[in-house]
């Protein structure tokens, strides 16, 4: 049997890497929302389940998620000493990534309640099958191989893999398009229903206010 290495690397670890870095953005990603989000002492006003600007707290979370992804990188690269090929494509990789998994967490918790918890964690489950991280995509039930490229972290994985390891397998350009249009739509709904909702506050304050308005006036006549 002839052998021939492609793009090898120097630990074991760092071949587990990419997958073990999607799972703890996914990971990472749900913490940040039962910590804050769900926070029973509603700490966070102007971001919690109560905060009156859905469209703004949408928007930090988001800013978290960028957070979240550069200490992540950064923790692997410089605290544990892992060799990179390529520091621009690891770190922009780090934020679509950690972005990505956050708006589908946000979208599902914040608008599915329990239900949305519930997917959130049944969708973690089935990507750590279906994704390809732990062993080869051949290799898995066929259907798991059916859905593999309907998840996110088949595309995340693809993606840490070629920035750590090298671009030689030319993937880059389809993991990252894959990427930005699930992030573009899960973002599109969310501020979709976010937009919707403070309008419908809107129209209900106005019809308070009128009815209001209308009772003093009723008041006042008949005095």
Known sequence: ??????????????GFAP?????????GGLLIFVGIYFDPHDRFKRIGR??????????V?????????????????????MEIQDNWLYYGSCILVS??????????????????????????????????GTFPLETLPDAYQQINPFMPMTY?????????????QG??????????????TFIVITFTLDLLHMFRN????????????KQKVTKTVSE
């Not at 967490?105 to 973690?124: A, R, S, T």
């Not at 995340?156 to 030689?168: A, C, M």
């Open 19 to 27: 997958y073990f870095m999607s799972l703890s953005l996914w990971i």
């Open 99 to 132: 972005v990505t998994f956050l708006s589908i967490i946000q979208c599902l918790m914040v608008n599915f309640g329990d239900v949305g918890k519930f997917l959130v964690i049944l969708f973690l489950v089935v990507q750590l099958s279906a994704c390809g």
């Open 202 to 213: 809107r129209i209900h304050r106005y019809f308070a206010k009128r009815k209001k308005n």
């Open 171 to 184: 993937f880059v350009t389809q993991d990252v398009n894959a990427l930005l249009g699930i992030m573009i």
């Open 156 to 168: 995340s994985l693809n993606l840490f893999k070629e920035s750590i390891v090298g671009r030689s």
């Open 1 to 14: 049997v002839d052998e021939q290495d492609v793009e090898p690397v120097s630990k074991y670890g760092v």
């Open 50 to 59: 109560n905060a009156k600007n859905r469209a703004f707290r949408s928007l």
């Open 61 to 81: 979370y988001l800013l978290i998620a960028v957070a979240q992804a550069v200490v992540l990188g950064f923790i692997l690269k410089v605290t544990l000493g």
